[in-house]
């Protein structure tokens, strides 16, 4: 299990503040971690907007505006909902950057279809809102780390297109 | 700087699941660091409603409902700001016990009266809304663990009164 670098949360702050963007995150899976990495970097406030740590799906549909219909259908680990969660903490908070993690830590909840490990990470800005599907290895704690990881990197690769 | 023992996070989970409690957490200081240390833990779901990381004061009081008068009176470090997050998250989130940190982690931003490590914790449940004063030694990330490491033990205690 490879410990995320702090070198790597301070470009990624560096980088949000030269291009003057700030971020925001919303996290299922990740319950925090993305949130947390960021502002462990002194200087973060001035690029973190705010975190919401959407455990439950009253709280993606009331606070993060995850339509009813998109949990019923897809249920909250798919596509559509990390897209809808990184719009919406995008929107909720006026940051230029959204991001979302949602999926399966394990080391219940795994199906056929999405096993343990099955992660979807959404990203929001002005250019518009995507999320990708990952299958991540490894127990629990290493894959919320690998989904935080790959998290703050999609939020680099957005703002250096921004 | 000493390590959150995992065990601490799964006893409070267990307390929790067995007086059938729900938490949730307004995290200004921790950023996230709350969240994320329960839900390292199998089952947090079924007792962390949702937890806010709160870096800016718009979000504190958009989301929160902390008043616009207690900020400028008192600043976003304070009792009193530590208490309004706690109670506002706890009624955001519909959870038995609220729990707020803010302070100042550093390098920066501290003051003669005010220095680096003076930290606010909050908690809040049907019981009533208090905050604690406290001043941690060391540097960013071990303020903040201890921040963390205190925030749980006042759940717990608070768990252990409903």
Known sequence: MKKIDSAYC????????EKGLKTAAAESLTGGMVS???????????ILECGICSYSNRIKHQLLG?????LETFTEYSIQTAVEMAEGI???SGADIGVSTT???GPGGGTD?????????????KR???AQEFRFEGDRQ????????????FIIEEAEKL
Not at 10 to 17: G, H, I, S, T
Not at 115 to 124: A, F, H, R
Not at 142 to 153: E, I
């Open 113 to 125: 279809e999405k096993p343990v490990g099955t992660v979807y990470i959404g990203i929001s800005s």
């Open 142 to 153: 290493s894959v919320r780390q690998q989904t935080a990881q790959k998290a703050l990197s």
């Open 128 to 130: 518009g809102c995507t």
């Open 103 to 105: 999926g399966i830590a």
């Open 90 to 92: 995008r929107k909720l």
């Open 66 to 70: 995850v339509s009813e219909n998109t």
């Open 36 to 46: 947390e990495l960021i502002t462990s970097v002194s200087g973060a406030s001035e």
């Open 10 to 17: 301070e470009a990624l702050v560096k980088l949000l503040r």
